[in-house]
Structures are given as C-alpha cells and as structure tokens.
C-alpha cells in the first residue's frame, strides 16, 4: 500500500490502512474490527522513556487526550480518504470548527468566511470569536471575488461550508483557494454535506477539510463528532498546541463508532443521493410545493458548479412550501415517517426548519440576506424505500 493507492474507495473504506494489523500479526489477536482501546493512560517502560515522550525525541502514546491508538486508526484512515497527509479526530463538530480557528488566529486577526454556515458555526463567529479579539466578515459565497475583496493584512483564515446548511449555495473551492493562496491564508472547507466519497477539498486546492462527523461519517444517529484534515505540519499544531491546552478530543468509543460508519459509507451515500433526487423531482411538480433547492437539479443555480467539483449531490434537500411559515409547520407536525428533528445524514429520514431550529442564531435580518426563508423546510433523505418517503410527503403536504 506504500504511497500507492491500489483499492477503489468503497475498498479502502471497509478495510481501512489496516492500520492495527500491523501490531496484531505480530501477537496473537487478528480483531477483524478496530480494538476500542478504552484506556485515558499509557504505561512508560521507564522513567527516562517518559521524560522523553514529554520532551517530544520520542513518540508514543501516553494520555488518551493526546493520542490513543483507536483514535490515531480513523485518524488514519480519514487523511487517506480525504487525500490529506493528516487527521485530528474531536468531540464534535464545532470543537473542529473552535480548533481551527484557534489554530490559526490569534487576538487581533481575521477570517474570511461565506455567509450561510451551519448555525453553530455562525454563532461562534458573531458571538464567541468578537469576545477573543478575532474579527469575521461574512460574504455571498457564490461570487468568488467578494472573498478577494473581504481580505485584509490580517485574515489569517478563509472559512466555507460547501455545499452550506442549509441553502445549499456553493463555493467554487478552487477558485477561493488560488485567492486565498495569494493573500497567504489557509483555505478551510466544511466537507460535511458531501463527505470525502463525494468530494476532496484538499484536491481542489483547499489546505483543511472539516467535518461533523456526526452526520454522514457516523451515519446512524448514535455519535456526536468532529474530524480535521490537512497537512502533518499544521495537524500537529492543532494536537500539540490547540487540542492539549482546550481539549475536546473524541473518545474512543465515539472513533470507533466512526470507524464502523465509514464501511458502509458509500453504499450509504449513494443510497442517500438515489433518494434525494427522485424526492427533489417528487417536490418540484408538487403543486404544494413553490421551490426545490438540491444541486443535483438542473435547476439549481449551481448545478453545473456541483458536477464540476462534486462526485455526487448528496441527501440533503431544503424546499419552500405555498402559504409560508405556517403551511411549513403544517407539513413537519403532519408527517408520520419521517422524523421531526435536527441533525442531518441519519440512515432516518429527518425534517426540520431552519430559521427557528438549526438557523435559530441568524437574526431576522441576517436570515433574509444569506436567503434562508422563514417557509423553508430542511430534508435530510434517509435510507428508507423512497416510495415510503414520497407517500409520507404527500399526505402531510395535502393538509395544507
Ligand atoms: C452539524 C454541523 C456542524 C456542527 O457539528 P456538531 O457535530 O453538531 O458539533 C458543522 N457544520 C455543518 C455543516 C453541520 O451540519
């Protein structure tokens, strides 16, 4: 496997580096799975031999907040799939989102980002970074210049979510990193709609993928979690300077939950896109229905953009029903098998909406401008039959 990349990716998602391998084939256990190594401590073999793992001449693990050995496996395993030469696996999502930014800024210095993030992610740069001196400016992502023109001396990081929770607005990725390359800032982009088997940042000129593992990577709905990609120079950073004075590292319980996930990725994915599009087709002829937002649609404002940079469109839909809030409210309190509830790339089929659940952080004036309508509704296509989806649609959207 040295350097090479002989297996296709479903391939490489089921057996993974066969990083424990390794350690197992010299001893007598050949776990097929990933060991959960649930251990917050390491023994030193000597008192000199710890000294030096502290000093950093000698690697090993030693506390579980720095390194454990089921960790370090998706770890692995996420820098492969995501073409990157290195990973750093966290407690969620947002405690990526915290350590990159920390990684990057200090007190007095500036990020780019687009304008429709996940919820979570716009509340930490209206609210918490202000607090610590790091200023943000928000702009369309859809025009690749207004990133241009957003940079300062001080922007030390370029931030976007592509395609966005949940207006699906796209950023052209290798347009915004050749610009952010020249203003020599890093590129970061939140991967988590379409996951590494749809589309690798990195390869398009990004310097970080981030992503909520929670969603698609966990898949089930059982595990909340984060994963950084980049390069081993700015990973390490991350570990060793970030993540040991803030923690929020996974547990290796939560690695090894994402570490089952990934197996079944690609089936899942595929599955979740078939979905998505006959559902997305379903919608737009609904004469319920007043707007359809999925890129694998023609229709869609960026849909030549998203075959260009996107192996697939994923399983997440956002649609406008006739009569507004209210006739939205309808359809969500109406369906019976679909789930009313946040989150997002379950193998359930979730509804939700955005501007008073997930998007809830977004003043009304802020919702308005980045085009997040109060009628909009957020579906994330399941893995159920997808005729079982569409009759579940139709019955709530005819109690409007
Ligand atoms: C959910 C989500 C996050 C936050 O992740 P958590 O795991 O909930 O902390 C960040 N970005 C996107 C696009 C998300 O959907």
Excluded at 57 to 78: C, I, V
Excluded at 265 to 293: Q, W
Aim: charge should be neutral; hydrophobic fraction near 40%; charged fraction near 20%.
């Amino acid at each position: 496997m040295s350097g090479k990349r002989p297996w296709k990716f479903a391939t490489l998602c089921v057996h993974g580096k066969k990083h424990l391998d390794k350690h197992a084939a010299e001893r007598p256990i050949r776990a097929v799975s990933t060991p959960i190594f649930q251990s917050s401590t390491f023994a030193f073999e000597s008192a000199e031999q710890g000294a030096a793992i502290f000093a950093g001449t000698e690697t090993g693990y030693f506390y579980t907040r720095l390194g454990n050995p089921t960790q370090t496996a998706l770890e692995t395993e996420m820098a492969y799939l995501e073409n990157g030469q290195a990973a750093l696996a966290l407690a969620s999502g947002m405690a990526a989102a915290t350590t990159a930014v920390l990684t990057c800024c200090v007190a007095g210095d500036h990020v780019v980002s687009g304008d429709t993030l996940y919820g979570g992610t716009h509340q930490l740069f209206t609210h918490t970074l202000p607090k610590l001196g790091i200023s943000v400016t928000e702009v369309d992502a859809r025009d690749p210049q207004n990133f241009a023109r957003a940079m300062t001396r001080k922007t030390r990081l370029v931030y976007v979510e592509s395609p966005a929770n949940p207006t699906l607005v796209l950023t052209d990725i290798a347009a915004v990193a050749k610009i952010a390359r020249q203003a020599g800032a890093p590129l970061l982009v939140d991967n988590t709609f379409c996951t590494p088997y749809y589309q690798n940042p990195l390869d398009l000129g990004a310097d970080i993928a981030l992503h909520s593992a929670t969603k698609y990577i966990g898949g089930h709905g059982d595990t909340v979690a984060g994963i950084l990609v980049g390069s081993t120079e700015w990973i390490q950073k991350a570990r060793f300077e970030t993540v040991r004075d803030v923690g929020g590292i996974i547990s290796p319980f939560n690695a090894w939950l994402l570490l089952r996930g990934l197996k079944t990725l690609p089936v899942r994915m595929d599955r979740h896109s078939e979905n998505a599009l006959e559902i997305a087709n379903f919608l737009s002829y609904h004469p319920k229905v007043t707007d359809v937002i999925y890129p694998g649609l023609r229709t869609h404002s960026q849909h030549d953009l998203a075959r260009r940079q996107q192996r697939g469109f994923g399983g997440m839909i956002s649609f406008l029903v006739k009569g507004g809030r209210e006739a939205g409210r309808v359809v969500m309190n109406n369906v019976e098998l679909c789930t009313l509830a946040v989150s997002l790339g379950d193998v359930d089929t979730l509804i939700e909406h955005p501007a008073t659940m997930t998007h809830s952080t977004y003043s009304e004036a802020e919702l308005k401008k980045v085009g997040i309508d109060p009628a909009m509704v957020r579906l994330s296509v399941g893995l159920e039959d997808v005729d079982d989806i569409i009759a579940d649609l139709r019955q709530a959207l005819a109690r409007i």
